[in-house]
Every structure is written in structure tokens, then in C-alpha cells.
T-cell receptor, first 113, second 112 residues
Framework: GENVEQHPSTLSVQEGDSAVIKCTYS??????FPWYKQELGKRPQLIID?????GEKKDQRIAVTLNKTAKHFSLHITETQPEDSAVYFC????????????FGIGTKLQVIP | TAGITQAPTSQILAAGRSMTLRCTQD?????MYWYRQDLGLGLRLIHY???????GKGEVPDGYSVSRANTDDFPLTLASAVPSQTSVYFC???????????FGPGTRLTVL
């Protein structure tokens, strides 16, 4: 089965700096990679996703890169703000059959004002 | 629009008792999922359903059962709760493979 490793588990950055979270996956059949943000006491919510036919996707201050050969993908947050503080989960999904989603263990991001 | 709801919000349960966690979505999504979230372990899939009438086992199915009698509802049942089932449980739904999963607000379950 799929195995998703995520690091770091915790990350502290100064407001305005960039933050990078990295994930690796094991199943070469995985071809959809969503990222979820979970604020304290709230439900996870999708912030960005990427499919295996592209190498990079941006949405304002957030970007995701994918290296299929190396089986890793990363989340980049630029110009961090205190409201970016949350737990971020990466996930890998195979689009064949049912949508089996395997999540990483999460990264707790703290943005220091 | 309610989206996806769960009940109860929280529950304390004696070991050995049974309980059903409820999940309802009004988005007409075919796929539904149950996850448990434990500190340091992320979100782990318990059971899933691709469409009404079908279910499948996820990563940690032991001690749990599900049913999918219709599109909207996907209840999760603990037949005989054990303390290791203390967790936060999230239900989710999606339109299908490769689509965003929408999560419910979660149920915090404590088994004593």
C-alpha cells in the first residue's frame, strides 16, 4: 500500500518568511496530491492540490511542486502571516478504482509575529 | 447549505458499550469516508464507500463497521468500544476520485 512521509513535524517561522513542507510517497500509481490545512479545533480543509501531469501549481502565496521521478512533493508558503499557523497535511491518492487517500502525519506550522 | 454534518459533537463511552457515529451530507457526493485522527499519527482511513450500497475497509477497520443505505448517510458503528478507540473521528465526502474531500466537524470520542 501507499506510504506517505511528511517532514518536518513542527516548523516555526517569522512572519513574512517562507515555509516549506516536504512529503514523499511510495506508490508510483498515486497521481493526485492534495494539501489540507487544519486550524486548532477545526476540520481539515483543502488549500491546494496537484495532479501528476503538472510539476507546479500556484495560488497566491501558496505553491505546490511535484517531482514524480523522486516521488516527492512540497508545499511552499511565502510571506507567511499569523493566520497561516495551523497543521498542514499532505496526501497521496490513486485515481484508479476508489479514491484511496493516504495522509502524512502532519506539520504544525507556527508563524511568529 | 449544511454540507456535511456529524453527530454527536463529543461523547464519553464506557468500554464494552456500542455506539453509532452519524454522518450526513447534502452535496449528493458518491464517495464517503471515515477517518480517525490521533496525535502524531495524522488521519487514518477506517472505512470508505464509493457509492450507495457499497463499502470497503481502509487502513484501520478492526472494531468498526459501516453501512451506506443511501447517498446521504454513512454511519460508523463501534460494536464493543475499547479505550484504544478514543480519538477524534472525521467523516468526509467527495464527488469521486481526484476531487476535494469535504470534512465534517468531527466527533470527539472518549472510551473509558
Amino acid at each position: 500500500g501507499e506510504n506517505v512521509e511528511q517532514h518536518p513535524s513542527t516548523l516555526s517561522v517569522q512572519e513574512g518568511d517562507s515555509a516549506v513542507i516536504k512529503c514523499t510517497y511510495s506508490d508510483s500509481a498515486s497521481n493526485y496530491f492534495p494539501w489540507y490545512k487544519q486550524e486548532l479545533g477545526k476540520r481539515p480543509q483543502l488549500i491546494i492540490d496537484i495532479r501528476s501531469n503538472v510539476g507546479e501549481k500556484k495560488d497566491q502565496r501558496i505553491a505546490v511542486t511535484l517531482n514524480k521521478t523522486a516521488k516527492h512533493f512540497s508545499l511552499h508558503i511565502t510571506e507567511t502571516q499569523p493566520e497561516d499557523s495551523a497543521v498542514y497535511f499532505c496526501a497521496a491518492t490513486s485515481l484508479g478504482g476508489y479514491q484511496k487517500v493516504t495522509f502524512g502525519i502532519g506539520t504544525k506550522l507556527q508563524v511568529i509575529p | 447549505t449544511a454540507g456535511i454534518t456529524q453527530a454527536p459533537t463529543s461523547q464519553i463511552l464506557a468500554a464494552g458499550r456500542s455506539m453509532t457515529l452519524r454522518c450526513t451530507q447534502d452535496m449528493r457526493h458518491n464517495a464517503m469516508y471515515w477517518y480517525r485522527q490521533d496525535l502524531g499519527l495524522g488521519l487514518r482511513l477506517i472505512h470508505y464507500s464509493n457509492t450507495a450500497g457499497t463499502t470497503g475497509k481502509g487502513e484501520v477497520p478492526d472494531g468498526y463497521s459501516v453501512s451506506r443505505a443511501n447517498t446521504d448517510d454513512f454511519p460508523l458503528t463501534l460494536a464493543s468500544a475499547v479505550p484504544s478507540q478514543t480519538s477524534v473521528y472525521f467523516c468526509a465526502s467527495s464527488a469521486g476520485a481526484g476531487n476535494e474531500q469535504f470534512f465534517g466537524p468531527g466527533t470527539r470520542l472518549t472510551v473509558l
